[in-house]
């Protein structure tokens, strides 16, 4: 069954410092890859995606993430966190299943930051 | 209105009690989609609708019905209410086109007594 893996529930970071949240999937074609960000009583906002060509996509508020296929990840990254960035992460792929375009999201990851 | 609204924001509601959570888009987007976020299991599809007219059962349809009158509009009943539905609630909505980004209403929290 298709799945996504977030392995890590909780990540603190000390401001200023680089940011790797790791994402797994579990899907036999080339799947369409999301990275959405949820901060505190606010909805979901979409930080970047990918669908094909450059493995290494750029997104929005410093964010990139690289899929290796020999892997099945799809890692997020920044450089340098900033305060602002203390939310919930959900990675998620796009199938195409019974009709409709399923989105199936990971559990999520909740990233803190220190100042 | 710019996107996706829905209400109301928060909710309190007693088992057994019928409630529709509402939605509306203003983005012309042909589907849209309720999911339910839940501690621990991300988001989970409840119903999807491809266009006006049409929905379709999503992976936790049991207990709520969905209605696609038009294109602007995508309300969730929960006909008789129980506690384990208690959850915060996302509507979304996308362009038609394959695989194409959703885009995420601001929740509506519920809890059930």
């Known amino acids: 069954a298709q799945s996504v893996t977030q392995p890590d529930i909780h990540i603190t970071v000390s401001e200023g410092a680089s940011l790797e949240l790791r994402c797994n999937y579990s899907?036999?074609?080339?799947?369409?890859l999301f990275w959405y960000v949820q901060s505190p009583g606010q909805g979901l906002q979409l930080l970047l995606k990918y669908f094909s060509g450059d493995t290494l996509v750029q997104g929005i508020k410093g964010f990139e993430a690289e899929f290796k296929r020999s892997q099945s990840s799809f890692n997020l990254r920044k450089p340098s966190v900033h305060w602002s960035d203390a939310a919930e992460y959900f990675c998620?792929?796009?199938?195409?299943?019974?009709?409709?375009?399923?989105?199936?999201f990971g559990a999520g990851t909740r990233l803190a930051v220190h100042p | 209105i710019a996107g996706i609204t829905q209400a109301p924001t928060s909710q309190i509601l007693a088992a057994g009690r019928r409630m529709t959570l509402r939605c509306t888009q203003d983005m012309r987007h042909n589907a849209m989609y309720w999911y339910r976020q839940d501690l621990g299991l991300g988001l989970r599809l409840i119903h999807y609708s491809n266009t006006a007219g049409t929905t379709g059962k999503g992976e936790v349809p049991d207990g709520y019905s969905v209605s696609r009158a038009n294109t602007d509009d995508f309300p969730l009943t929960l006909a008789s209410a129980v506690p384990s539905q208690t959850s915060v609630y996302f509507c979304a909505s996308s362009d038609s086109e394959s695989r194409a980004t959703k885009f995420f209403g601001p929740g509506t929290r519920l809890t059930v007594l």
């Open positions: 998620a792929v796009d199938l195409l299943s019974g009709g409709y375009n399923k989105l199936i």
């Open positions: 899907y036999g074609a080339t799947p369409y």
